[in-house]
């Protein structure tokens, strides 16, 4: 991998963190400032346990991820593609179809609900 390669990676997962932990920071404030009113916080606690759908779609995508990158190298090396168009192209693929895939789990899983 050459330097801009590498710089692309470095910026796309910093966006990723950045994006996450400014939700994650607004969320929090939001219910602090709700139970300072004096809302009941049973509200926060979802119907159906959240962690392990949050647990089976991050390990999904992560796993997307990790086969669009592997394809994105096949492609790279053996058909001569350029490299960030492999990469990318196959990473957004992978994790794309993972994120569908888990979206058909989670409804199944509500229907036998």
Request: overall charge positive; charged content about 15%.
């Amino acid at each position: 991998m050459n330097g801009t390669s590498m710089m692309v990676f470095i910026s796309m997962f910093a966006a990723i963190f950045g994006i996450a932990y400014v939700f994650r920071i607004t969320r929090h404030r939001e219910r602090i400032a709700m139970i300072e009113k004096g809302v009941d916080a049973s509200m926060f606690v979802g119907k159906n346990n959240q962690s392990q759908s949050l647990t089976l779609k991050l390990g999904m995508l992560f796993v997307g991820i990790a086969l669009g990158i592997i394809i994105g190298s096949i492609l790279q090396y053996n058909y001569d593609i350029e490299v960030a168009a492999a990469y990318i192209s196959m990473i957004f693929l992978f994790g794309g179809i993972s994120l569908i895939i888990n979206f058909l789990i989670e409804r199944k899983l509500d229907r036998t609900n």
